[in-house]
């Protein structure tokens, strides 16, 4: 697997989930667009946020590595929906008050 054997995870955090010293790479918005996570990733793009250069990815590996990652960031939406359950709606509770005669 590309993210393990790259470094990435060192940063990124074990499969994508980050680690605290770079971003959670599952809700970036460049792992849409493959032109922009090339200049990120292979260019250095980001160079001057820390994020270094990587000009040893084929083109074949960033597109795995983009897929992977967005993979990622839907099994980490299905795992939040899974767990959502609809609230139910409450009923109006009948409040018994002096000033208007009801018990």
């Excluded at 971003?23 to 260019?43: C, G, H, M, N, Q």
Aim: proline residues 8%.
């Amino acid at each position: 697997m590309l993210f393990a054997t790259r470094a990435c995870l060192v940063c990124h955090g074990w499969n994508a989930v980050a680690g605290g010293g770079a971003p959670d790479l599952r809700y970036s918005p460049a792992i849409t667009d493959a032109a922009t996570f090339r200049t990120i990733v292979k260019e250095g793009g980001l160079k001057l946020n820390g994020m270094p250069p990587f000009p040893q990815f084929t083109d074949k590996e960033l597109e795995d590595l983009r897929f992977y990652l967005r993979g990622r960031r839907r099994a980490s939406r299905r795992r939040t929906c899974s767990a959502w359950r609809p609230l139910r709606r409450a009923t109006p509770s009948r409040r018994t008050s002096p000033a208007n005669g009801t018990s």
